[in-house]
């Protein structure tokens, strides 16, 4: 009530400066001051608003936030001033006016001057304006160029998907495989992509059997392209009277290389040719280990590292061949296989392996058949990786003698 009955009277004690004013004009500053702390006010409540946009980033609220304070502060100050020019109140506006003070400096210390060296490397609007351009020609380039590589994956896709029907169309028929007297054969190829580079192919012509098997270094379309060479020259060498082994696979290996450096590829495969005759097994070559299995399911491995050679890797590989002769008793066969299936991993990144291979193999071989082993050995295989991925080709051959 005082400060009410000092407002409306005219007589008072001004403070601070108030002492040259005109007491006639101490309405104009309590007005002016009444005025400015609206328009602190108003600028506190746009602030408010402009921090519940989601948009904007942490920081910038931040800042907000302690602007807000300032305004605050300095409305209340203004309201103060406009109702304490009088004595006694005068020292209440000077206490509002130390805390506006102070929380203006440390607004000013604690964010805005972080924000000096932000703004100073702003980019101008010139600066923004190229940048966009820029963004927008790399942007056009990038859909020119993923649309360049759709068309060009879906060539590549078109080209993939016959060689692999080609490659497909190669392999012996089950039918094949059954009109071959004397022996029994079952032949099982997956490949990890669409294109393989395993190779095998079991051919009859003239009361002979040659059983090939081989894998071509990688996969894809240059891998299945030398599996088909090699397929294709088989056929061509058997068909032309050629029966010495070491002279066959010589006479394969220059051919296949001479296309491989047309190719400009440094392709190559290891490659193991069996010819089967009346009980007599002839083998060239370097592979995997042969696995020769008597009736009763005893088990020889043969390796062959010595027995040749890589094909399509020198021009000549002549002197590497050997080759040497193996009876089968009937009820004896032999394994054959690339290793897409030795090396496969579990999920504790351990290897399936030849002894493995070999246990399932002995376990089935007496009492079942060949296409009933290829099955067991496929379906223990996958069993012990689980869910891993086919990471390579997988190829197996399984011949056993019945007459």
Partial sequence: MDVLANLFSTMFV??????????????????????????YFSVAGAIVYFTHRKELPKSTVILLVGTFL???????????????????????????????ALVSLYVFMMLLIPLIPIALD???????????????????EILRLNENLKIENERMGSELEITR?????????????????????????????????????????????????????????????????VQMAVRTLLSSGVTDPKLFLNSLNQAVFANVQRMNTDKNMTLALL??????????????EVLLVRKNGDIERIDTIDLGFMVGLKPDIGHFL???????????GIVLYTDGITEAHNNEDDMYGIERLCRIVSNCWSSSTAVEIQQAIIQDMRSYIGDQQIVDDITLVIAKRIT
């Fill in 275 to 288: 010819d089967y005759h009346d009980g007599k097994l002839h083998l060239v070559g370097q592979h995997e």
């Fill in 70 to 100: 300032v305004f605050i502060a300095c409305g209340i100050t203004h309201t103060l001033n406009a109702v304490t020019i009088w004595y006694p109140m005068y020292w209440v506006s000077g206490a509002f006016k130390l805390s506006n």
């Fill in 14 to 39: 001004p403070h601070g400066q108030c002492y040259a004013w005109i007491p006639e004009l101490v309405w104009l500053h309590a007005i002016s001051d009444i005025l400015t702390a609206i328009a």
């Fill in 322 to 332: 050997k080759h040497i002769e193996i009876n089968l008793d009937i009820g004896d």
């Fill in 122 to 140: 702003a980019p101008t609007p010139a600066q923004l304006e190229a940048a966009n351009n820029a963004l927008a020609e790399a942007n056009a």
């Fill in 165 to 229: 029907r080609l490659q497909q169309m190669v392999l012996p028929s089950k039918e094949e495989l059954e009109a071959i007297r004397g022996l029994d054969i079952a032949g099982f190829m997956e490949p990890a992509s669409e294109i393989g580079g395993d190779y095998y192919d079991v051919l009859h012509h003239e009361g002979r059997t040659k059983i090939g098997i081989g894998d071509v270094t990688g996969h894809g379309l240059e891998s299945g392209v030398v599996m088909l060479m």
